[in-house]
């Protein structure tokens, strides 16, 4: 979709990996909300990723984005993504910016996008790359992403980009029937827990071991 934003020549050059992405790490692995698979098909990762790792942008692995950060793999991004069930009309909050990825693939299946991201170089970083992908449906705030975004709550979903323990804010900041979803637990060892608030009670479900990087408070302005 964003194929005219790029120089004529490295048009061919990323469709293909882009799909065989698609194909190989997302459908083959059992992701099958067809709005996901065709937000992950749109978004062009590559612009997401330095330049000098544009070319391993579309493998099944997670990249360093600098500042001891990284862009999660496809497959996970589409995984949680995929565990929100957005129907198109959500506002959704996003704790940990990072490179603006995980946020343009969002922008692309809900109402309107609030990200947070405590590293002010990455929170910079994505304005940039969420600008050159054209995605207008997005807020971008350098903060402290335990605090949540009071001013525009309540959302309707909550997605956690680092692993820790969730803070009681986030919950707070949810409307009813809202889901959180965060990778929960101990440094490097993970697990996705989505929850959803009820009237008066709390479910949780548990799903894939992962390892993020972890969820940190305060703001770093370096």
């Known amino acids: 979709m964003n194929n005219h934003l790029m120089p004529e020549h490295t048009k061919p050059s990323f469709d293909r990996p882009r799909q065989r992405m698609v194909n190989e790490q997302l459908i083959a692995r059992g992701i099958n909300d067809k709005r996901v698979l065709a937000a992950m098909l749109s978004v062009p990762r590559h612009i997401f990723v330095d330049s000098a790792l544009a070319a391993r ?36 909050l ?65 997605i956690v980009t680092a692993g820790g323990f969730a803070s009681d804010l986030w919950l707070q900041q949810l409307k009813p029937g809202g889901v959180l979803l ?7 060892t993970h697990r996705l827990v989505r929850r959803r608030k009820q009237a008066h009670i709390i479910t949780e479900e548990y799903f894939d071991a992962c390892t993020f990087v972890p969820l940190l408070k305060g703001v770093n302005h370096h």
């Open 57 to 92: 942008a579309y493998q099944d692995c997670a990249l360093p984005i600098g500042c001891g950060q990284t862009i999660s793999q496809p497959y996970m991004v589409a995984r949680m993504t995929q565990l929100l069930e957005l129907k198109g009309n959500e506002r959704v």
């Open 94 to 158: 996003e704790i940990g910016t990072g490179c603006g990825y995980q946020t343009a693939v969002l922008s692309r299946l809900c109402r309107r996008v609030y990200s947070i991201e405590r590293i002010e170089a990455l929170h910079r970083r994505a304005r940039q790359n969420l600008r050159m992908a054209r995605h207008a449906n997005v807020m971008l705030k350098c903060g402290d992403g335990l605090e949540g975004w009071e001013e525009y709550a309540p959302f309707d979903a909550i």
């Open 182 to 188: 965060l990778p929960e637990g101990k440094s490097g």
